[in-house]
């Protein structure tokens, strides 16, 4: 890892929110494409998931989304469910922001892939009863829409309009398809 990068993981603990803050959009943007030092940090990454602090559950269940790509020792498929724990946080924010990230975690392979699919299916079809739940099936369609960009798959646009078509109110219906406006989601 470059001095720059230890020096943005070492400002995520400044006492300057706007410090914290710049550290934390320069490892996201960083994180983008694959980066050689995931592995430097994923461990810390993965004790900070059940952190006291909410803050740092919601970076690390974020960067650890991000550095699936780079992971070539597929820890993931192992550590997978410790971040989907975090989408069910007790801060909402926290989990939230987590359920938002996790569909980079499909980028990194076939097998992933489809256990983000089905875990954003399964919670989109039993989650009716959580608080919120209207927001976390937005972010879920939105989540599907993200992978559909980066992987162009139909299957991925199939789920998506499978989940939107379940959606018994016609103003959520229509506000979830709304996310993939410029996307036919049918194939005539």
């Not at 550095?67 to 724990?85: H, V």
């Not at 993200?146 to 078509?165: C, D, F, S, T």
């Not at 103003?171 to 406006?181: P, S």
Request: proline residues 1%; contains cysteine.
């Amino acid at each position: 890892m470059n001095s720059t990068t230890q020096s943005h993981f070492k400002n995520l603990k400044s006492d300057d929110k706007n410090i914290r803050y710049e550290a934390y959009i320069s490892i996201l943007a960083e994180t983008e494409g694959p980066v050689d030092w995931a592995y430097e940090v994923w461990d810390k990454l993965k004790d900070d998931l059940t952190h006291a602090d909410n803050h740092r559950r919601s970076r690390a269940a974020q960067f650890l989304c991000s550095l699936a790509i780079s992971d070539p020792e597929k820890r993931m498929i192992e550590d997978f469910q410790l971040i989907w724990k975090v989408t069910y946080d007790e801060k909402f924010v926290t989990a939230r922001h987590t359920l938002q990230s996790i569909w980079k975690i499909g980028l990194a392979c076939e097998e992933l892939k489809e256990l983000v699919v089905n875990s954003f299916v399964d919670r989109f079809t039993n989650g009716v009863n959580e608080k919120n739940y209207t927001l976390i099936r937005f972010d879920i369609i939105q989540g599907l829409r993200n992978l559909y960009e980066k992987k162009q798959e139909e299957g991925i646009k199939q789920v998506a309009h499978q989940l939107i078509e379940k959606e018994d109110d016609t103003k959520y219906r229509k506000k979830y398809a709304a996310v993939w406006k410029n996307i036919e989601l049918c194939s005539s």
